[in-house]
């Protein structure tokens, strides 16, 4: 299974800053990577697909960035209704697997 | 607009079967563009891919949980079920099931998810 590693899992953040989230993949994926919001009872939403893309809808104070083993999430300026806990899923290889999740938590 | 739902017990004994089924609407579970997939998540945790399953029946399960799961399809109700047998107190989870694009390629158009049911493994 390719292993997918999320850094940091917490982090303390106030509204206007930007945010970084980290996703290292075990082996490669190619750009085979989405990023993903879930707030506090609801299913996840996805933000960003093909390591890059924005999905339709989504803010563009969302970016992704990498390939390969490397992956980043950006907020440029965090919003209060993005608060919640974010994860990445490599779909390049079987099983798909999911990084252990980012909560992104208010200052 | 295509819609998930998931439907199934919210209890389950230890070492019983749980089932839980998906209803599409909206669109056709046929139609041959899309996988059909279950997803969990313990609560308080991550989230864990299950499988999938093609219109035509074809299935792929996480090695993990291959031993126990089956993934079916009914076209004729534009359904998918999850069956999950030998379940323990770990089998508690929020069950997700979700449409993802056929051969999880292109995600341009996005991924549809289920609101989730809990399921809970206690005697």
């Known amino acids: 299974d390719i292993q997918m590693t999320q850094s940091p899992s917490s982090l303390s953040a106030s509204v206007g800053d930007r945010v970084t989230i980290t996703c290292r993949a075990s082996q490669g994926v190619r750009n085979d990577l989405g990023w993903y919001q879930q707030k506090p009872g609801k299913a996840p939403k996805g933000l960003i697909y093909?390591?890059?893309s924005l999905q339709s809808g989504v803010p563009s104070r969302f970016s992704g960035s990498g390939s390969g083993t490397e992956f980043t999430l950006t907020i440029s300026s965090l919003q209060p209704e993005d608060f919640a806990t974010y994860y990445c899923?490599?779909?390049?290889?079987?099983?798909?697997?999911f990084g252990q999740g980012t909560k992104v938590e208010i200052k | 607009q295509v819609q998930l739902q998931e439907s199934g017990p919210g209890l389950v004994k230890p070492s019983q079967t749980l089932s839980l089924t998906c209803t599409v609407s909206g669109g056709s579970i046929s139609s041959g563009d899309h996988y059909w997939t279950w997803i969990r998540q313990p609560p308080g945790k991550g989230l864990e891919w299950i499988g999938y399953v093609y219109y035509n029946g074809n299935t792929y399960y996480n090695p993990s949980l291959k031993s126990r799961v089956t993934i079916s399809v009914d076209t004729s109700k534009n359904q998918f079920s999850l069956k999950l047998s030998s379940v323990t107190a770990a089998d508690t989870a929020v069950y997700y099931c979700?449409?993802?694009?056929?051969?999880?390629?292109?995600?341009?158009?996005?991924?549809?998810w289920g609101q989730g049911t809990l399921v809970t493994v206690s005697s």
């Open positions: 899923l490599q779909h390049n290889s079987y099983p798909l697997t």
């Open positions: 979700a449409r993802d694009p056929y051969g999880y390629g292109d995600y341009s158009r996005g991924q549809i």
């Open positions: 093909a390591a890059s």
